[in-house]
């Protein structure tokens, strides 16, 4: 079982290549993002307290975010290996997650940093765009559905724009990751299981890195 985390700013591709890996790996994707989105979309308390915060572009509170983890890491699935995506984004949710590792007798395998520059996380950001049925993500500019409207994958013709991807809530995004989560990469190499990967780079490139780190480091 191998469990390794995706860091990096908004928009570097870490759902994108937490898919793929996913895909060729059999891997679990927990996306932090991804989870509060569901609660505000089902309305459920976490969602209420989350959802105005994730619109502005700033933090949901450390103790929302590790709650859902803890809950997340209790599922059976997560014995094939997770992929975490967006999460840890503070030192303290780090912190959480080696006791929750260790509750859990999880361990931590290798830390990856996607490095994209800030000039280019709102070109990719403001574009973007995912099917609704199965999540791939497209953009208006670079990754265009073979045939107009119609999901390559899975054929779905209904598509998803996030809230928060206009370029005001982006710049304030950027602003949280740089002031919040940056840090996490001393945190890591201090560790010894920080890698860095350029991730400006042609996504299937950038998969076959982020493959080989995870041979690498697998048990
Ligand atoms: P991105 O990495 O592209 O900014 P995410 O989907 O990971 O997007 O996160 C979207 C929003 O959800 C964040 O801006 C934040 O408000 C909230 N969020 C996601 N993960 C966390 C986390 N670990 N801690 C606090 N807030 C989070
Ligand atoms: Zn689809």
């Not at 993002?33 to 969602?47: C, H, M, N, P, S």
């Amino acid at each position: 079982m191998t469990n390794l985390i995706l860091l990096g700013p908004p928009g570097a591709g870490k759902g994108t290549q937490a898919r793929m890996l996913m895909e060729s790996k059999g891997l679990i994707q927990l996306s932090t993002g991804d989870l509060l989105r569901e609660a505000v979309a089902k309305g459920t308390q976490a969602g209420k307290a989350a959802k105005q915060v994730m619109a502005a572009g700033d933090l949901v509170s450390d103790e929302i975010v590790i709650a859902i983890v803890n809950d997340r890491l209790d599922q059976p699935d997560v014995a094939a290996g997770v992929i975490f995506d967006g999460f840890p984004r503070t030192v303290i949710q780090a912190e959480a997650l080696d006791d929750l590792l260790k509750d859990k007798e999880m361990k931590l395998d290798s830390v990856v940093l996607l490095e994209v520059p800030d000039s280019a996380v709102i070109e990719r950001i403001s574009g973007r765009y995912t099917c609704a049925g199965c999540g791939e993500g497209y953009h208006d500019l670079h990754k265009v559905p073979a045939k107009p409207g119609v999901c390559d994958n899975c054929g779905e013709t209904k598509f998803k724009r996030r809230v928060d991807d206009d370029a005001a809530t982006v710049s304030e995004r950027l602003k949280t990751y740089h002031a919040e989560t940056s840090p996490l990469t001393v945190y890591y190499s201090d560790k010894g299981l920080l890698k860095r990967i350029n991730a400006m780079g042609d996504i299937d490139i950038i998969s076959a890195q982020l493959n080989e780190v995870f041979d690498r480091t697998s048990n």
